[in-house]
């Protein structure tokens, strides 16, 4: 039986510097959240955040915060996103008043970022901030407002290539590979 492994190009980021950058993202983000007066809830876009988040959460000290997901399908079983993400599992959390920090494994188009920060500001959050683990600023469509006194956070900077590991998936694989690479492109093309 031939291995995951097999099928990656070449590792972009291994546990080790995937591990190193989560603490200094837990460590930013619970500076900037420590003392507020509204709650704090971490929304993770399932499921291709579940790891990050559960890392990231893990780092953030003593922070008191709530956690939910949310589940928004705009790429079905392929490649590229269809430009018009839908919400197919809310939030149900309480977030009115609250600051939330939106976690998500990868932002390329923007499209599915724009849409949850306008769907949870339409719920009362006091402000949105972002926390994607790849940030692929090359492929961007939709420029996304923050709410609030919302921030910007993100793990690494990631080219332009189909990735998988570390919670993302092609056709539901590779989620468990504790690292980042690039997915060979005749296993998708």
Same mark, same amino acid.
């Given at each position: 039986?031939?291995?995951?492994?097999?099928?990656?190009?070449?590792?972009?980021?291994?546990?080790?510097?995937?591990?190193?950058?989560?603490?200094?993202?837990?460590?930013?983000?619970?500076?900037?959240?420590?003392?507020?007066?509204?709650?704090?809830?971490?929304? #993770?876009?399932?499921?291709?955040?579940?790891?990050?988040?559960?890392?990231?959460?893990?780092?953030?000290?003593?922070?008191?915060?709530?956690?939910?997901?949310?589940?928004?399908?705009?790429?079905?079983?392929?490649?590229?996103?269809? #430009?018009?993400?839908?919400?197919?599992?809310?939030?149900?959390?309480?977030?009115?008043?609250?600051?939330?920090?939106?976690?998500?494994?990868?932002?390329?188009? #923007?499209?599915?970022?724009?849409?949850?920060?306008?769907?949870?500001?339409?719920? #009362?959050?006091?402000?949105?901030?972002?926390?994607?683990?790849?940030?692929?600023?090359?492929?961007?469509?939709?420029?996304?407002?923050?709410?609030?006194?919302?921030?910007?956070?993100?793990?690494?900077?990631?080219?332009?290539?189909?990735?998988?590991?570390?919670?993302?998936?092609?056709?539901?694989?590779?989620?468990?590979?504790?690292?980042?690479?690039?997915?060979?492109?005749?296993?998708?093309?």
């Amino acid at each position: 039986m031939a291995s995951l492994h097999d099928d990656i190009e070449r590792v972009l980021w291994t546990e080790e510097e995937i591990s190193a950058r989560i603490s200094e993202i837990g460590t930013a983000v619970a500076a900037d959240l420590e003392g507020s007066s509204a709650g704090v809830v971490f929304v #993770g876009v399932a499921t291709g955040a579940f790891l990050f988040l559960a890392d990231l959460v893990r780092r953030v000290g003593r922070l008191p915060v709530e956690v939910d997901f949310v589940r928004v399908e705009s790429y079905g079983s392929g490649t590229e996103s269809n #430009g018009a993400p839908r919400i197919t599992c809310d939030v149900k959390v309480d977030v009115r008043g609250k600051h939330v920090l939106l976690v998500e494994d990868i932002v390329d188009s #923007g499209n599915t970022l724009s849409c949850l920060i306008s769907h949870l500001e339409a719920k #009362g959050a006091s402000s949105v901030s972002v926390c994607t683990f790849l940030d692929k600023p090359a492929r961007r469509k939709v420029h996304f407002k923050l709410v609030g006194d919302g921030k910007f956070y993100r793990g690494f900077e990631c080219p332009n290539y189909f990735v998988v590991g570390y919670g993302m998936d092609f056709a539901e694989l590779y989620r468990n590979l504790p690292y980042v690479g690039i997915l060979k492109p005749e296993l998708y093309q």
